[in-house]
T-cell receptor, first 120, second 116 residues
């Protein structure tokens, strides 16, 4: 089974621009979560999508948005980039649904390699 | 609310020595607990998990962790450190709301240095 893929792996943007990151979950996984990782703040939760609906959101400004498609692929968008948005953005997929096997498997997240975003 | 505390942002051990990475959690309901490892410029990889059943959990690469409810701990251990174990380790706690909705909270991470 192919793992979680994220594109692009590296990205350089300038302040004020916008960026879209993509995540393809493991086949059969319907939940996709996004995290921002920085040396200063660590791993911070952005949002989670399940069956095309955002069902959980972290404490990030509205410049950060996402969506999920019917095939469970997800995109994350950051508008009006700031220097502080430079980070490793990680995507994680999981089964996530109430009818997905046993509860003990629902919460196990599988991470992609991340997209390294640098804002100049 | 759930939370995770990892004691020690940096831990150094000698090659061949015991590895002990500490994790304490807070959860209002029975938790699911995870340890992840991250190598430089890579995503997180699951080392092991506790959901229900046996409290001593064995994972990949010789790591294991023990769920101690009375101490609200889930410390990660490995009897003998290898150079390849040098990485950052994250403890995470999660539980499922009704309907399968999940909330995962990660600790701040512990960087493990292995000294030859």
């Amino acid at each position: 089974k192919a793992g979680v893929t994220q594109t692009p792996r590296y990205l350089i943007k300038t302040r004020g621009q916008q960026v879209t990151l993509s995540c393809s979950p493991i086949s059969g996984h319907r939940s996709v979560s996004w995290y921002q990782q920085t040396p200063g703040q660590g791993l911070q939760f952005l949002f989670e999508y399940f069956s095309e609906t955002q069902r959980n959101k972290g404490n990030f400004p509205g410049r950060f948005s996402g969506r999920q498609f019917s095939n469970s692929r997800s995109e994350m968008n950051v508008s009006t980039l700031e220097l502080g948005d430079s980070a490793l953005y990680l995507c994680a997929s999981s089964l996530g649904g109430p009818r997905d096997l046993a509860v003990k498997y629902r919460n196990e997240q599988f991470f992609g390699p991340g997209t390294r975003l640098t804002v100049l | 609310a759930q939370s995770v505390t990892q004691l020690g942002s940096h831990v150094s051990v000698s090659e061949g020595a015991l590895v002990l990475l500490r994790c304490n959690y807070s959860s209002s309901v029975p938790p699911y607990l995870f340890w992840y490892v991250q190598y430089p410029n890579q995503g997180l990889q699951l080392l092991l998990k506790y959901t229900t059943g046996a409290t001593l959990v064995k994972g990949i690469n010789g790591f294991e962790a023990e769920f101690k409810k009375s101490e609200t701990s889930f410390h990660l251990t490995k009897p003998s450190a290898h150079m390849s174990d040098a990485a950052e380790y994250f403890c995470a706690v999660s539980f499922a709301f009704s309907g399968g909705y999940q909330k995962v909270t990660f600790g701040t991470g512990t960087k493990l240095q292995v000294i030859p």
